[in-house]
Every structure is written in C-alpha cells, then in structure tokens.
C-alpha cells in the first residue's frame, strides 16, 4: 500500500484526541496515511493555515466551517467537515472571587446549568463592575453555548457581559492575572484553572446541550473533492480512534498519550480528567460519564441539523443574514454522505438520515438502528431545522 503524507493542524485540547490516536495507535498508517501533525497557538491561525492550504486537514471548531463557506472569515473559502470529533469535552470557569459572589446569590456546587446561570443573573443584577468573560473564538461553539446559557438565564450578552477572544492555553492565566472574570473552553483548560489559579468550574456542555458536538476535522472542499479516497480513509482512522478510546479500559492511555510534550504538555491527572469524566470543579469532584464522548451516540456523525443550530446561533448574534441560501450553505458544511461512503465497506449501522430534533430526548433512544444519546437544551428549548 502507497502512503499518502497529510499535514494535519491542531490545537492542544482534550478533543484533538482521536487525530492524536489515529497517528500515535497506527489507525492512520492502515489506512495509508502518514499524519504530520503540527501544534498551533490559535484558531485563527488553524483558520488561516488551512483556508491557505498549508494545513490539508485540521482539528476544528464545529462551525468554524460554516464561517469560512458564508464568506465570515478573513479568507473566505469553502470548507467542509466530513466526520465530528465526539461530543461535549466544554465546560465554564469562574474565578473564585466571581464565585463567592455567585454563592452568596444561592450558587451550590452541583454543576447544573439552570442553577448557576440563575444565581450569576443575580449578581449581574446586583450592578458592580461589568463582568468580562472569555471564548476561544468568535464562530465558536463556546461563544454560541456562553451565549446561549447566558441569554437563557436572563442575561444579555454584551451588554451585560463583555465576551473576549483568547486561545484556550491563555484562558486560565488570564483568569488568574484578573483580566477574566470567567470562560467557556474545552478541556483541559478548565481543570487547569481550576488547579493553577483557584477557578471553579460552574457548569458543563453536557449540562447545557446534552451529547452536542464541539470539534471536528476540517477541509477545504476543494481539496476534499480532489482526494476522495484520503478523505475516505481519513474518516475511518478518526472511526477506529473513536472506538478504542470509547473503552473505559483505554482512557487512562489515551490521557498519557495526550500528556505528552507534543500533545498538551500537562500532568496525566489533569488531562485524565475529562477523558475518565472525574470532574473537579474546585470544591467537588463529580463523575460525568458523558463529559467528553469520543464515539458512542453516533459521536462522529455530522448531522446537518446540527450544522444549522450554529447557523441560526449566528444569526441570533448579528453575524450573518438569515436567507435560503445562507441556510443552505451552512447545511452543506457538514457532510454526512462522505461520512457514510467512508464506512459502507464496514457494514456498521448509520444513520440514514440527515436531520434530527435537538432538545426532545431525555433518555437514549434508538435512530435507523443506532442507539443514540439524549438531547436536552437545560431551558427545555427544542431545535428543528431542515433545508431541502
């Protein structure tokens, strides 16, 4: 078998784990493909690198594709996302001062998302300085989650809480020096805020979209429609990475691995974290089996329904014009038919369809043969979009 050599970006985050496992287990090598991954410092610059094509593929945030194909980054060209990097890994971090205020408005350490969020509209209300807090992006999940549990607890985004861009490693020592008040990032940032710099941790992404995707692997698609067969191959390797690390028995490995210098640089008790779902929130250790979900559920499917979640997010923020063809294009970024002509010669079940509801699951449940996680928005709110 010829090997095909792929430049792949990333950032160092939990959810960068199935790229990291697919080169580090051999899953990419048995598919041919020799992955060079590089290290960055910013999602601007994974946007960057790979809408100039020094990057073939790269870890991404889930709607930093639909951005790029509606002309909202710097570099307008269209990308696709072919398969999803598993779901959740998101938390938010408040500093301690910030959380002794929360607690004061009847904040308990119980990481549910209503609670908080309505004990933090309290001391929004309450006046003092306005409250400033951290994403890693702008066209982030994070930033549309902040948003979401933010606006749904009473809150008003930006106008009563600044929301700043920092890359994810930056986050906790911002929040330590005094220039954040909280953030939203994946892990393992959120542990190591709470670790280094006496954080708390407030809420989860399970706790406010249940079993919601956050990465996935991006492409252009011009790029993409050139080389089927990499991308096909590139899909099962992320496919086989998921399974092995969805065994309980193999997390403890995945996290020494993801440890390492070349990976997230950090002791394997906090990179362990998120992946065995023992979650130290500062004051409390809670286990979260559905914190960061590499497979299970359909984990790496790329729902177009999903896509248009952040699509209609975007549009509720002021970032793009609500029209059919916008809709469309948005739609069009995720690619679940790549998804499945990369595994039909696997014969595993798939969703046959493109769409589901968000937000009407609160149990698991079976799809077109695939047993599926639950849904729930913590408001009760329920998503259904569909374009075609």
């Not at 960055?40 to 991404?60: C, K, P, Y």
């Not at 006046?127 to 933010?150: A, I, P």
């Not at 690619?335 to 002509?341: G, K, T």
């Not at 449940?365 to 408001?379: E, I, Q, S, W």
Request: glycine content about 10%; overall charge negative.
């Amino acid at each position: 078998m010829s090997t095909t050599l792929l430049h792949a970006g990333f950032l160092p985050l939990l959810d960068s784990v199935l790229l990291v496992l697919a080169k580090e287990l051999g899953f990419a090598e048995n598919e041919g493909l020799a992955l060079q991954l590089t290290r960055e410092t910013s999602w601007a610059n994974i946007r960057d690198r790979s809408a100039l094509g020094h990057f073939d593929v790269a870890q991404m945030l889930a709607p930093m594709p639909i951005a790029a194909s509606l002309g909202l980054t710097p570099i307008a060209t269209k990308m696709i996302a072919p398969v999803v990097l598993g779901l959740g890994n998101n938390a938010i971090t408040v500093s301690a001062a910030l959380w002794e205020q929360m607690q004061r408005e009847g904040a308990v350490t119980d990481l549910e998302a209503g609670p908080a969020g309505t004990a933090l509209a309290k001391v929004v209300a309450s006046g003092g300085k306005k409250l400033r807090f951290g994403v890693v992006h702008q066209t982030s999940s994070h930033n549309y989650e902040l948003r979401y549990w933010l606006a749904a607890s009473g809150i008003v985004p930006d106008r009563h809480v600044e929301i700043v861009v920092l890359p994810p490693p930056l986050l906790p020592e911002a929040l330590g020096a005094g220039g954040l008040d909280g953030y939203c990032v994946g892990e393992p940032w959120n542990s190591v805020g709470v670790a280094q710099h006496g954080a708390h941790i407030v809420t989860t992404k399970s706790k406010i979209w249940e079993w919601s995707p956050d990465k996935v692997m991006g492409m252009r698609a011009d790029w993409a429609e050139r080389n089927p067969e990499t991308v096909a191959g590139l899909i099962r390797a992320i496919y086989r990475a998921g399974e092995w690390c969805q065994q309980r028995e193999n997390r403890l490995a995945a996290a020494e691995i993801m440890a390492r210098p070349a990976y997230l640089d950090l002791p394997v008790d906090i990179v362990a974290r998120a992946l065995t779902g023992e979650i130290d929130a500062g004051d409390a250790v809670f286990t979260l089996p559905d914190f960061y979900i590499p497979h299970d559920g359909a984990a790496n499917f790329p729902w177009k329904s999903q896509a248009l979640w952040y699509f209609e997010q975007m549009a509720r923020w002021g970032e793009v014009a609500v029209s059919a063809d916008s809709a469309h294009l948005a739609a069009e970024s995720f690619r679940p038919d790549l998804y499945r002509a990369a595994l039909a010669p696997m014969g595993i079940a798939l969703p046959e369809v493109d769409y589901k509801r968000e937000g009407d699951r609160a149990e698991g449940y079976a799809l077109d043969g695939v047993a599926m996680g639950p849904n729930r928005f913590f408001d009760g709110g329920v998503f259904e979009a569909r374009v075609g």
